[in-house]
């Protein structure tokens, strides 16, 4: 838990320091960012689509391209990602998050182990940053705020923290919560009662609603939605 509030709170001091970085020496070019930042070449891309009988348009064909490009990160992520659960070093991090003291005398070292936990992280992370970047074709330290952190720490626990599928599930309800379900019901409200100001707007109330989803997952059901067997096992014993 400390360790979580810790990298949150470093994550936000990295933010503000890159953002301010722009003078009296300009290394990070504060919060106009880096821009224009170029995208790939697609001309394969859009050869391969004309062979399967699609034709794109220039507005259509770096949607498509990003949106496989993400599908194709995202499998092989989770192929990394049970790979490592099922390695040693994911058993020696299973072990450390279980009892530190017990791990040490089974011989694991703690600290290059937790960097390697880290180091892991911090590569999808980076990773996926530069589609990020590129799909957007502008980034700026105020791209990665700390509730864009708290937003994604709010999908692991609401998915099931240890748990893959929990973590594909928690990210996909939480975006369909904030891109579709919020904003129907937000035109809802405008229709049918357009005297309503726009201050109680349930779009802009995202952030509550996420507050209250995770409350009310920590009472009723902590281990999330689908939960790591062994955390499953935990609760139940509990």
Same mark, same amino acid.
């Given at each position: ?9 470093? @994550? ?30 697609? +001309? ?12 794109? +348009? ?14 194709? *990160? ?53 990773? *996926? ?25 709010? *999908?692991?626990?609401? &998915?099931?923290? &240890? ?47 996420? @507050? ?27």
């Amino acid at each position: 838990d400390y360790l979580a509030i810790v990298t949150l709170g470093l @994550g936000e001091v990295v933010r503000i320091l890159a953002n301010n970085l722009d003078h009296p020496i300009n290394f990070t070019n504060g919060p106009q960012g880096i821009t224009p930042v170029q995208r790939p070449p697609i +001309d394969w891309f859009r050869q391969l689509m004309a062979t399967l009988g699609v034709h794109l +348009d220039r507005t259509t064909d770096y949607q498509l391209f990003f949106y496989f490009l993400v599908l194709l *990160m995202i499998g092989l992520v989770v192929l990394v990602n049970v790979n490592l659960a099922n390695s040693r070093f994911g058993r020696a991090w299973v072990a450390i998050r279980e009892d530190e003291v017990a791990a040490r005398s089974m011989g694991i070292p703690l600290l290059p182990t937790k960097l390697l936990a880290f180091m892991t992280g911090a590569a999808f992370s980076g990773v *996926m940053g530069v589609i990020f970047a590129a799909q957007r074709t502008f980034v700026s330290p105020e791209s990665f705020t700390l509730l864009a952190s708290i937003t994604i720490l709010g *999908m692991v626990i609401l &998915g099931g923290m &240890g748990s893959i599928p929990g973590a594909i599930l928690g990210a996909a309800a939480l975006t369909i919560l904030n891109l579709d379900v919020l904003k129907t019901f937000s035109e809802f409200v405008r229709t049918s009662l357009p005297q309503i100001p726009n201050q109680v707007d349930p779009a802009k109330y995202e952030r509550l609603v996420l @507050g209250i989803i995770l409350v009310l997952m920590m009472i009723y059901r902590p281990e999330g939605l689908i939960p790591e067997k062994r955390h499953r096992a935990e609760m139940e014993e509990a």
